[in-house]
């Protein structure tokens, strides 16, 4: 990972914000922080995270990220 600024917008790099919840090191502790991963976690495509973190009686059973998708961000 790089150190460059989290794609959630907080401003911390990716490893001290987002990256920690989807390396599993740690869980998102609030409601903001899991919604903040899990933009964080479309905009890399990581599929795997999403997929974790997503309810098991709605989860699809895999997703077809777009890596042609442009995310301008949170608001």
Do not use: I, Q
């Not at 899991?34 to 009686?57: N, Q």
């Amino acid at each position: 990972m790089n150190a460059r600024t989290c794609p959630c917008g907080l401003p911390k790099s990716y490893d001290e914000c987002c990256g920690r919840y989807h390396s599993g090191a740690a869980a998102a502790p609030t409601a903001e922080a899991l919604m903040r991963s899990r933009y964080c976690a479309f905009v890399r495509l990581d599929e795997g995270y999403l997929l974790r973190t997503w309810h098991p009686r709605t989860r699809p059973a895999r997703l077809d990220l777009d890596p042609g998708m442009r995310w301008t961000g949170l608001e």
